[in-house]
């Protein structure tokens, strides 16, 4: 692979390469066995309520826990589980797994809330979507009001009336929708009126800088109101400071999410938030 047809042209690979290379092709690899040897784990961050500090819903996100190279991010291999189309069953499975946590939750007491997931363009784009998402509903014996979709503007971008198509068949099983990243895409205002979003993720680059940017913070204001008058629940998220927090409370956002409150964490570590009453 590394020899090219034109002799004059060679490339070699140096070791730095061929590390790369081949911990690429490891990795593939290694995925195509990682959720029958369930190595995906599921973490959970909170968010808060922007009036009481209390939790009041999560986000899952997913970990892989390969078994050389620990724990990974989800930027590290959902493009390569897109690449080599595992998405679709790696998704069915953050679905279910999300589904028999909440169902574990209610089991053990805890009070009820919405537990979002992030789907990718792909997995939106995917046959039978809305009948799958029935079914894991159906065996989970969880009502989909539980459960909220995270999904960002670009994979709106794509295939615009296909997606508008599977987001109202989703919205008809009573599961919430969520425009993530809001304001990083090519954000048009139109989106929002041609999808009725029930929830919207202000973006952190927005956040970062809302303690000190007049600018920023002038932009947040606005797109709270606007969210706020379109009846869509907004969530600010990437806090990280005391002053990032003293500045939202002052505006009208519903929810936050971010460091300061809590990173994501494993179930049982989740737990102990949920436990405490977490007030922050
Ligand atoms: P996202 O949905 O926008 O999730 C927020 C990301 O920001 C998470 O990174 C979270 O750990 C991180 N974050 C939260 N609060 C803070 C903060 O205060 N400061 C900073 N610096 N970061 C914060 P993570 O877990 O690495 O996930 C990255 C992205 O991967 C997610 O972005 C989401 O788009 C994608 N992703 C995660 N889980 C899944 C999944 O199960 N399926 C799919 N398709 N994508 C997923
Ligand atoms: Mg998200
Ligand atoms: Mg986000
Ligand atoms: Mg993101």
Known sequence: EAKESNENSYTVFTPEMEKTHSRKFTLQND????????EFELYYQPKVSATTLEVVGAEALIRWNHPKYGVLSPGDFIPLAEDIGLIVPLGEWVFETVCEQIKKWENKGFPPMIVSLNFSASQMLQKGLVSTV???LDDSQVDGKWIEIEITESLILERDNEVL????????????????????GYSSLSYLRKYKFNTIKLDKSFINDIHTSIDNQAIIEFMIRLSNQLNMKVVAEGIELEEQLSVLKTLNCDELQGFLFSKPK??????KLLRRDAVF
């Open 134 to 136: 029935g079914r894991l």
């Open 165 to 184: 198509k599977k987001l109202e068949g989703l919205k008809e099983l009573g599961i919430h929708i969520a425009i993530d990243d809001f304001g990083t």
């Open 266 to 271: 494993p179930v049982a570590e989740f737990e």
């Open 31 to 38: 995925l195509r066995r990682a959720i029958i040897n369930d």
